[in-house]
């Protein structure tokens, strides 16, 4: 995965984001297997969804959760994205094994 640092993407408060498979940190953030992980799953959610699908999807499902958990954490961590990325960053041979839309059954 290729990481470019910078301070302008993300913004301040965040580690990193993933734009269309390219992973883009903050200067000094500490990215380590776990965070590349992380993002190479939603990598492959991004590739799967055709990679429109993969930002209308997040910002849909994101703004629901709005509604449902209100404006905190609880609606980040409940996208459909995010839950799968979060269960598996921590399973090494995940991306070696992952069903595709495995995001849809969780």
């Known amino acids: 995965m290729k990481i470019i640092y910078n301070n302008l993407i993300p913004f301040k408060g965040f580690k990193a984001i993933n734009i269309c498979g390219i992973l883009f940190a903050r200067k000094g953030a500490y990215i380590g297997e776990k965070t590349i992980r992380h993002e190479s799953i939603h990598t492959k959610q991004i590739i799967e969804t055709l990679v429109i699908g993969f930002y209308l999807i997040y910002l849909v499902?994101?703004?629901?959760?709005?509604?449902?958990?209100?404006?905190?954490k609880k609606a980040y961590y409940n996208i459909l994205f995010e839950k799968e990325a979060y269960e598996y960053e921590?399973?090494?041979?995940?991306?070696?094994?992952?069903?595709?839309?495995?995001?849809?059954?969780?």
Request: charged share 15%; aromatic share 28%.
């Open 61 to 72: 499902n994101w703004i629901v959760n709005l509604f449902i958990y209100g404006f905190n």
């Open 90 to 106: 921590w399973c090494s041979d995940y991306l070696n094994t992952r069903k595709h839309f495995k995001w849809l059954r969780l």
